[in-house]
Each structure stands twice: as C-alpha cells, then as structure tokens.
Nanobody, 129 residues
C-alpha cells in the first residue's frame, strides 16, 4: 500500500507561480511511475505530467514550458512547479503512483492514462484574473 499526500495548493493571481508537493510513503517501489493530474468542475480528470524511476518525464502538450515535474528521492517527494498560471489552470490537482509501464505508455502515446493504483486526496489551485 502506498500513501500519497499533496500540499502546496492555494489561490494566486494570473501570472503567479505555485509549487505542489506530493509526499509518498508506505510500500514504495524502486520501479515506478508517478504523475500529476488535475480536474476542474464538470470536466474529466486530465494528465498533467509524469515522472518515472529513471527520471524520465512527460507533459501534456498544452502545459509544456510552464509546468515542471521533479522528484526528491531522498525525501520521496514529487513536485510540480507551475509558472505563468492562468485562470484555466484552476482545478483540483492530484498525485498518483503506479507501475512504470504507465509512464512508458505516456511517452509513446503522448497521453497519461488514469490507470494508476494509488491516488492522493488532491490540493486545490485557484487562479484569479
């Protein structure tokens, strides 16, 4: 079992920045895929970025250049740095963890599947104009 706890959400104005954190604990694997997703009211949960145990990353095309995913392996914390935020970035942001195949699929398809085994509770990001 893996526990994921997100933090770092909040309210910012357009153009601002936030860094989300996802602390992982429990039966964490040395071979994994971790991802950030977001879901705005009335929409489907969409993949934002992924990070695998080899340090390879993927991003949703629309977010490349503004968002950056990274991981501190000593602390077992996944980060999402979000810059130049826009009102359309307003959503609940979720961290997820699963097998490394999920990241490989994202690299080949350009889309992050929602088939992760473990999910956090989410952290709210609100961007005002």
């Amino acid at each position: 079992q893996v526990q994921l706890v997100e933090s770092g959400g909040g309210s910012v104005q357009t153009g601002g920045s936030l860094r989300l954190s996802c602390a992982a604990s429990g039966n964490t694997n040395t071979s994994y895929c971790m991802g950030w997703f977001r879901q705005a009211p009335g929409t489907e949960r969409e993949g934002v970025a992924s990070f695998d145990s080899d340090g390879r990353t993927t991003y949703a095309d629309s977010l490349k250049g503004r968002f950056s995913i990274s991981k501190d392996n000593t602390k077992n914390v996944l980060y999402l740095q979000m810059n130049a935020l826009k009102p359309e970035d307003t959503a609940m942001y979720y961290c997820a963890a699963g097998g490394r195949l999920l990241c490989a699929m994202a690299r080949s398809s350009g889309r992050l599947s929602r088939s992760f085994s473990y999910w956090g509770q989410g952290t709210q990001v609100t961007v005002s104009s």
